[in-house]
């Protein structure tokens, strides 16, 4: 018979009651919410965590394609459809030190920034060049300078 441990439930609600293999480990700490998620609700967030470690795992051998952000991605994905493979990936040696860099400290590394304004900048050049409509410069180049602010903002790793 399997231990029940209470978890707490993001609404007002009373705690409700989750089989211990389903907790959430107090040492990973991946969720923001812990809730209970339906069987239907656990395999789109499995199938969205696979999908994003999948480019997570391209973005480590393709130039342009950032990993960081779908590690980030597959890690809170996996932490509501499958807490094992979240605990997974926090432990590989490419993906965990990152992951936990930006859990504790939301903390980017200068090399990661530097890839992505890099590649804000010349996805812009591109569509200077291209002869883009000047609404879609104007309001493309308002986000990317936005993102890019805020990513340089954040304390380096």
């Known amino acids: 018979m ?13 705690a409700l009651a989750m089989p211990a293999d389903e907790a959430v480990c107090a040492d990973t700490a991946t969720l ?8 239907a609700a656990r395999m789109a967030y499995r199938t969205l965590g696979f999908v994003s470690l999948g480019l997570a795992i391209a973005g480590v051998v393709l130039p ?3 990993a960081t952000p779908f590690a980030l991605l597959s890690v ?17 040696p490419r993906f965990g030190p990152t992951l936990r860099n930006w ?17 804000m900048a010349l996805s812009y050049a591109l569509l200077f060049v291209s002869g ?3 609404l879609a410069l104007w309001t493309i180049g308002l986000i990317l300078v936005c993102v890019a602010s805020y990513l340089v903002t954040r304390p380096s790793a």
């Open 2 to 14: 399997l231990a029940e441990k209470m978890i707490p439930h993001h609404n007002p609600a009373p």
């Open 32 to 39: 923001t919410s812990t809730h209970v998620v339906g069987r």
């Open 64 to 66: 342009g394609l950032p």
């Open 76 to 92: 809170w994905a996996f932490g509501r459809g499958s807490p094992e493979w979240a605990a997974r990936v926090e432990r590989d």
């Open 103 to 119: 859990r504790e400290r939301r903390a980017v590394p200068v090399k990661a920034k530097c890839l992505a304004v890099g590649s």
């Open 132 to 134: 883009a409509p000047a």
